[in-house]
C-alpha cells in the first residue's frame, strides 16, 4: 500500500492522484454544523455521495444513478479547458500528477478544433489590419 507524501509546496498526494492542502486542524471539507469548541469536522465521502445523489434526483431526475464525484471532476475540467484554462492550471486544480491524465478528463466538442483554428485565423487577421501591403 503507498503512503500519501507531501510535496515542496504544502500539498498532500495520496495514492488516488488527488491532491490537498496540508494545514493542521484545517478540515478539507468543514461541515455545516459545527463541533461545541467552534472547530468544524470533515465530511466524509458518503455524506458528499449521498448529497449529491439526492440533489441529482431533484434537479436532474433523468440523471440520478450518473451524476457522481468522479463524473463531476471530468465536467468541470472540460468546462475548465472551454473557457480557455490551460491544462498545465487544470492539472494543478484537479491535483494530478501527470498532464495525460488531466488530458483525459477533459472532454470537448468535436467542433472544438475547427472553431479554435477560426479563431485562430480571426486574431491574425485582425493583427495584420492597418499594415501597408
Not at 491532491?19 to 463541533?35: D, F, H, I, Q, T
Not at 495525460?100 to 477560426?118: K, L, N, R
Request: hydrophobic share 40%; net charge positive.
Amino acid at each position: 500500500m503507498h503512503e500519501p507524501k507531501t510535496s515542496t509546496g504544502g500539498i498532500l498526494h495520496t495514492p488516488n492522484n488527488y491532491a490537498a492542502p496540508v494545514r493542521p486542524g484545517v478540515p478539507l471539507l468543514p461541515s455545516e454544523r459545527k463541533n461545541a469548541d467552534g472547530t468544524a469536522s470533515r465530511v466524509g465521502d458518503e455524506t458528499l455521495r449521498s448529497a449529491l445523489a439526492r440533489a441529482a434526483g431533484t434537479h436532474l431526475p433523468d440523471w440520478p444513478d450518473v451524476v457522481t464525484p468522479h463524473v463531476l471532476r471530468h465536467f468541470c475540467a472540460s468546462q475548465l479547458y472551454l473557457g480557455g484554462m490551460d491544462l498545465i492550471a487544470i492539472q494543478a486544480t484537479l491535483g494530478h500528477a501527470w498532464i495525460a491524465t488531466t488530458m483525459q478528463y477533459v472532454h470537448v466538442p468535436g467542433t472544438h478544433i475547427e472553431d479554435s483554428w477560426i479563431a485562430g485565423q480571426q486574431r491574425a487577421v485582425a493583427r495584420l489590419k492597418g499594415l501597408p501591403r
